[in-house]
Nanobody, 125 residues
Framework: QVQLVESGGGSVQAGGSLRLSCAAS????????MGWFRQVPGKEREGVAS???????NYADSVKGRFTISKDNVKDTLYLQMNSLKPEDTAMYYC???????????????????WGQGTQVTVSS
């Protein structure tokens, strides 16, 4: 049973930083692609960043240069370092794992198999 548990969300002023963590169970980070997604009420879930089994990364244009995705295979944990935060980054952030595509990770939510419960990020101006 795959379990993903996010943490690290909170409230921050524009220009600030947060680091999200996603604790996985079952050697997920070393075997699967993983990704971060975000969603605001009334909008579709948006892919933010992904990382595959070989540490190849993929970012949405809106976060390139500001966010960094990484993982620690020993701790089986996924991270999202978010710098220079903007009010439009406010959302519920979810981590997810994709067992079907271990290489060449995507930002398409429909390709991911398991999801965490989410952690809220609020950026004030």
């Amino acid at each position: 049973q795959v379990q993903l548990v996010e943490s690290g969300g909170g409230s921050v002023q524009a220009g600030g930083s947060l680091r999200l963590s996603c604790a996985a169970s079952g050697y997920i980070s070393s075997s699967y692609s993983m990704g971060w997604f975000r969603q605001v009420p009334g909008k579709e879930r948006e892919g933010v960043a992904s990382i595959d089994r070989s540490d190849w990364t993929n970012y949405a244009d809106s976060v390139k240069g500001r966010f960094t995705i990484s993982k620690d295979n020993v701790k089986d944990t996924l991270y999202l370092q978010m710098n220079s935060l903007k009010p439009e980054d406010t959302a519920m952030y979810y981590c997810a794992s994709n067992r079907n595509q271990p290489y060449g990770s995507t930002l398409v939510s429909g390709t991911y198999n398991h999801w965490g419960q989410g952690t809220q990020v609020t950026v004030s101006s």
